[in-house]
């Protein structure tokens, strides 16, 4: 992140002062009219629009030949995450 985040700077134009970017905040209607647009969201959530999450969560099982820890842990990732 901080290699990008560096080289997004090279490419940057900081010569602007920073009172002339500030701006009112958005009223609502025109921030809901400021709606990201993406055709490869489209195709996946046709109803979402905007920004969208995805997470992506990893699992370290224990080595264990008790079937019951397992039934165990993904019970519980059921009753809290789905």
Do not use: W
Not at 22 to 40: I, K, L
Not at 44 to 65: C, D, E, M, Q, S
């Amino acid at each position: 992140m901080a290699q990008t985040f560096v080289a997004l700077c090279k490419e940057a134009d900081f010569s602007v002062e920073a009172e002339k970017i500030r701006t009112a905040p958005p009223s609502p209607e025109t921030a809901a009219d400021v709606v990201a647009e993406s055709p490869a969201l489209d195709e996946v959530t046709p109803r979402l629009k905007g920004l969208a999450f995805a997470h992506t969560i990893y699992i370290n099982l224990p080595a264990t030949r008790d079937i019951a820890v397992y039934d165990a842990i993904f019970k519980s990732i059921r009753e809290h995450l789905l």
